[in-house]
T-cell receptor
Framework: EAQVTQNPRYLITVTGKKLTVTCSQN?????MSWYRQDPGLGLRQIYY???????DKGDVPEGYKVSRKEKRNFPLILESPSPNQTSLYFC????????????FGQGTRLTVV | GQSLEQPSEVTAVEGAIVQINCTYQ??????LSWYQQHDGGAPTFLSY????GLEETGRFSSFLSRSDSYGYLLLQELQMKDSASYFC???????????FGTGTRLTVIP
């Protein structure tokens, strides 16, 4: 089954404790991205990757890191989480191209206390 | 930069037709997409318009006017299960990232 898999689905952590949210897709998509979703603000892009070893900042990259060592994986790293990073996070992937459908993971609800 | 504007909330009656508008400002433009998101779920793709005009997919249609920087999603024969948030999104020329609007929450009432 074609899918984007995120883990964990739910995470509560403390300020400053490094964490990684994993994202994996099995569709051989070139393009992967991370979004955060907050009430009233829609989906805001954090980072995206056009292909292996190619990443770029989205609209809200501060406090986040990513890596793309393999085509299928695109982990999101929070080196020192803060309460303002409490949010719902989505990973998405698609083929390159302007009209391609983006497939989303099921989301990770992160709470930083 | 880029911005997309859509109404924050819309309410419509089961069986009726509803139109959700989206206006955009962007430095480059490939096309306009629409996504649906149910509460607690992930966004799912509904439609894409790269050229002016209407695209129809079952009960859903989407329209684009590039000269007006405007598009809309039309939902016909509304069903209770259509209650969800709907997002318009643009892909910009020179980049492959997908930029989303803030979403329209549609509530379908009996």
């Amino acid at each position: 089954e074609a899918q984007v898999t995120q883990n964990p689905r739910y995470l509560i952590t403390v300020t400053g404790k490094k964490l990684t949210v994993t994202c994996s897709q099995n569709m051989n998509h070139e393009y992967m991205s991370w979004y955060r979703q907050d009430p009233g603000l829609g989906l805001r892009q954090i980072y995206y990757s056009m292909n292996v070893e190619v990443t770029d900042k989205g609209d809200v990259p501060e406090g986040y890191k990513v890596s793309r060592k393999e085509k299928r994986n695109f982990p999101l790293i929070l080196e020192s989480p803060s309460p303002n990073q409490t949010s719902l996070y989505f990973c998405a992937s698609s083929f390159a191209g302007s009209n391609t459908e983006a497939f989303f993971g099921q989301g990770t609800r992160l709470t930083v206390v | 930069g880029q911005s997309l504007e859509q109404p924050s909330e819309v309410t419509a009656v089961e069986g009726a037709i509803v139109q959700i508008n989206c206006t955009y400002q962007t430095s480059g433009f490939y096309g306009l997409s629409w996504y649906q998101q149910h509460d607690g779920g992930a966004p799912t793709f509904l439609s894409y318009n790269g050229l002016d005009g209407l695209e129809e997919t079952g009960r859903f249609s989407s329209f684009l006017s590039r000269s007006d920087s405007y598009g809309y999603l039309l939902l016909q024969e509304l069903q209770m299960k259509d209650s969800a948030s709907y997002f318009c999104a643009v892909r910009q020329t020179g980049a492959n990232n997908l930029f989303f609007g803030t979403g329209t929450r549609l509530t379908v009432i009996p």
